[in-house]
């Protein structure tokens, strides 16, 4: 079992930055890839970014491409999220997924694990 803690949620104004963690603890595994999604109200959840475990490969929803970062620092057993230029239509809930084998990929039905989430609010 991998258990995975999202925290750095908030509020914060229009404009502004976030950065989200994601520690990971139990078993460990070196493959594989980790994401985040999102899910706003009455939407359905969303990819945002995804990163191998070496973290040589990421990939981006084109509706945060130049905003936002997606890192890893596996000696940490830790995957972040740094999010500039914050808008409105950012505002959801954000969750860490992992999948211990495979690439990364778009499709939350991929993941095996999953976070709590972290609330974020972009105030206009």
């Avoid at 949620?9 to 139990?26: D, E, I, K, N, Y």
């Avoid at 078993?27 to 945002?48: L, T, Y």
């Avoid at 740094?82 to 997924?97: F, G, V």
Wanted: aromatic share 12%; proline share 2%.
């Amino acid at each position: 079992q991998v258990q995975l803690v999202e925290s750095g949620g908030g509020l914060v104004q229009a404009g502004g930055s976030l950065r989200l963690s994601c520690a990971a603890s139990g078993r460990a595994f070196s493959n594989g890839a980790m994401g985040w999604f999102r899910q706003a109200p009455g939407k359905e959840r969303e990819f945002v970014a995804h990163i191998s475990r070496s973290g040589g490969v990421t990939a981006y929803a084109d509706s945060v491409k130049g905003r936002f970062t997606i890192s890893t620092e596996n000696a940490k057993d830790t995957v972040y999220l740094q999010m500039n230029s914050l808008k409105p239509e950012d505002t959801a809930i954000y969750y860490c997924a992992a999948r211990p084998y495979g690439f990364g990929s778009t499709s939350s039905n991929l993941y095996t694990y999953w976070g709590q989430g972290t609330q974020v609010t972009v105030s206009s």
